[in-house]
T-cell receptor, first 119, second 114 residues
Framework: AQKITQTQPGMFVQEKEAVTLDCTYD???????LFWYKQPSSGEMIFLIY??????QNATEGRYSLNFQKARKSANLVISASQLGDSAMYFC????????????????FGKGTMLLVSP | ETGVTQTPRHLVMGMTNKKSLKCEQH?????MYWYKQSAKKPLELMFV???????ENNSVPSRFSPECPNSSHLFLHLHTLQPEDSALYLC?????????????FGQGTRLTVV
């Protein structure tokens, strides 16, 4: 079974509008972390935002916010006021075990959503 | 400019060649990773090094051989690859200890096996 599911292969949005990218996850751990990364055509994975399973408030970073619904096991990324430069692949990822007691953290990624922002 | 640098950015190699991918990080991180990104598939973790010691090998074929001479450098040695090994190979690093922190990625090496 997939641990991270991104059901939208592609999304289109007009510049300045908001867009929500869906992510659901599957884990039996009580402690875990959720990440969103952006991958432009250059290939680099750029970290956007992080939500810990015990964080009571939804994470926000500038125009990015994470709509965390723990009971539904969803961690949707909301991008407000889209810009042309937001066109890229977006990946949701999970690290099981929020505290890296082992000294490192391995991520499980979803298949990604391609976002295209039009003028 | 990313804190994780990968070279080369593009590589074309024959199935009988031997080549190496290089990754360097200047972030003071303890853990380094190799991921493989094939078309239409999620990123797959290949190897993890923590404090220069290999801690995970996700059933990767022996034609891929990692090397971590110090905490700042990570190599992936390639030999007798197959066409299905063509992919984007991404290196990443992270803080490691304590609370989970994000991994920082390089721009990747686009590998084509002919």
């Amino acid at each position: 079974a997939q641990k991270i599911t991104q059901t939208q292969p592609g999304m289109f949005v007009q510049e300045k509008e908001a867009v929500t990218l869906d992510c659901t996850y599957d884990t039996s751990d009580q402690s875990y972390g959720l990440f969103w990364y952006k991958q432009p055509s250059s290939g680099e994975m750029i970290f956007l935002i992080y939500q810990g399973s015990y964080d009571e408030q939804n994470a926000t970073e500038g125009r990015y916010s994470l709509n965390f619904q723990k009971a539904r096991k969803s961690a949707n990324l909301v991008i407000s006021a889209s810009q042309l430069g937001d066109s890229a692949m977006y990946f949701c990822a999970m690290r099981e075990g929020e505290f890296a007691g082992s000294g490192y953290s391995t991520l499980t990624f979803g298949k990604g959503t391609m976002l295209l922002v039009s003028p | 400019e990313t804190g994780v640098t990968q070279t080369p950015r593009h590589l074309v190699m024959g199935m009988t060649n031997k080549k190496s991918l290089k990754c360097e990080q200047h972030l003071g991180h303890n853990a380094m990773y190799w991921y493989k990104q094939s078309a239409k598939k999620p990123l797959e973790l290949m190897f993890v090094y923590n404090f220069k010691e290999q801690t995970e090998n996700n059933s990767v074929p022996s034609r891929f051989s990692p090397e971590c001479p110090n905490s700042s450098h990570l190599f992936l040695h390639l030999h007798t690859l197959q066409p299905e090994d063509s992919a984007l190979y991404l290196c990443a690093s992270s803080q490691g200890e304590g609370k989970v922190t994000e991994a920082f990625f390089g721009q990747g090496t686009r590998l084509t096996v002919v």
